[in-house]
């Protein structure tokens, strides 16, 4: 198999475990402890019945036990982070760069996922990610680490300033995840965030545009948006930054 190729894998895999954290997470539940459950009957999920993406196609989106259905989030999960996995390997290929790029992504994925739920950005994920990020870039390249800590706290510190100025669009756990963001991203994060907003305002005009005056009621997740950025920041944001410079003649 192929490097590539095991990324794509690997990265279906990671996907199954990433659904497991989006549900348990939220929950505050051991992501060890039981075994992976139907959350309609509760019987134990067989090896078999747990192979990502193909599980679910074979059972036709159902429980072989009770025959409930199992949401559809579960094999987009998998199937995305197992593309966005071998995109990371082929922006970054067999660097160790690639290690914090993987990490990065997946955490982006699984706040995405808690966020459109639950309209929350938990402290269990966006800590442990702050903590990674250090000790990883730490161990694989030093010299980017004075940067990336100037980054996270510029993100976090304006993203900090935009929260306190519209509380009811922005909260504390955008803030944290955006501060995380720049940790890993470094100065690729402007860019992320940029794409970030601009997706968001995009999205929450097309919705106030089909429901009206009520839309602006209803509060949207902003974590999926920054996740968005941050991807994009992760595969173009150097590209982004410098054509940026060269149109603005910087």
């Keep these: 198999m192929s490097g590539i190729g095991f990324l794509g894998v690997f990265g279906a895999a990671i996907g199954s475990f990433l ?4 549900y ?7 992501l060890v402890f039981p075994r992976s459950r139907c959350s ?4 134990e999920i067989a090896p078999y ?7 679910w196609l074979l059972l036709r989106g159902r429980c072989r036990n009770c025959g409930v259905r199992i949401s559809i989030r579960y094999p987009l999960i998998e199937a995305l982070t197992a ?18 790029a993987l990490v990065f992504t997946a955490v982006m994925i699984a706040v995405a996922a808690i966020d459109l739920e639950h309209k929350i ?3 269990r994920i966006t800590a442990p990610a702050a903590v990674a990020a250090v000790a990883l870039w730490a ?12 980054a996270g706290a510029a993100a ?9 100025a519209y509380p009811a669009g922005m909260g504390m756990g955008d803030v944290k995840l955006s501060a995380v963001m720049g940790l890993y991203l470094g100065k690729s994060v402007a860019p992320a965030l940029f794409v970030g907003f601009a997706a968001g305002a995009i999205v929450g005009l097309g919705i106030v545009a089909v429901r009206g005056a009520e839309a602006r009621k209803q509060g949207v997740p902003f974590g999926p948006f920054l996740a968005l950025g941050g991807i994009v920041g992760l595969l173009v944001g150097p590209e982004i930054i410098d054509w940026y410079a060269s149109v603005s003649g910087l």
Aim: hydrophobic letters at 50%.
């Design 19 to 22: 659904n497991v954290v989006a």
């Design 24 to 30: 348990r997470v939220p929950r505050r539940e051991s």
């Design 40 to 43: 309609s009957c509760e019987a």
């Design 49 to 55: 019945d747990n192979i990502p993406v193909v599980s």
């Design 83 to 100: 593309a966005l996995f071998v995109a990371v390997g082929l922006e970054f290929g067999a660097e160790p760069e690639l290690i914090p």
């Design 121 to 123: 950005i938990p402290n």
């Design 139 to 150: 161990v694989i390249d030093p010299s980017v680490l004075p940067e990336n800590l100037i």
């Design 156 to 164: 976090g510190a304006g993203m900090l300033l935009v929260a306190v």
